[in-house]
């Protein structure tokens, strides 16, 4: 399913594919008053920015996955330019895509679950790769800090995917990154670097 390739660099390499977001933050105004969520017009504008909603509204289990947390639970999101984002809480993974559509006013969101792990998982450690000819449909690869690979083909699938180990030999992974060619890097924690090329089916 994966092949693997690996080179070692010199350090630890550092990756910035997209916006890691705090869900538990508020966005103030640049006078400080209220949050940028209580504006009526939803944007707001100072010297040399403007600050304004974007994108379709979030799902509802988005929404009840933060509502529900107890404070204690790990919850962060990450967003990638190519419309799609992902949030993590716990093994729960949550796969939507937020860029604005004509279709639907709200995209919706698939439920996967995330390979066992002792640790705790991050938005890092998952990517979604578009599929080739239609950005609305997408796989999914997480990986456990332990080097567990899980890959799912099509993410509307949650029962359909794949299990296989990185072979990381006592390594952590720190990341995942999706590359253009339906490939992903994988980062450990002694800067090797793992290519996983997953085998791209329609269905």
Known sequence: MFTPQSRRTPRTPSFTPGMNLSLNQSIATPQGQG????????????????????????????????????????????LDTSGWAWLVCERKLLVWYYKPSQQSKVSPCRELTLPQSSSVYTAELVTVLPHPGDSHTAACVAVSEEGIVRYWPNVAHEGSFVETSAEIKGEKCTAVVAMQSFQCILATSTSTLLLLTPVFKQN
Do not use: C, Q
């Not at 949050?35 to 009840?64: K, M």
């Open 35 to 78: 949050s940028f969520l209580d504006e009526p017009t939803g944007s707001v504008t100072s010297v040399g920015h403007t600050l304004e909603l974007f994108g379709a509204n979030l799902p509802i289990s988005v929404n009840e996955t933060v509502r529900l947390s107890d404070g204690s639970s790990n919850i962060n999101i990450k």
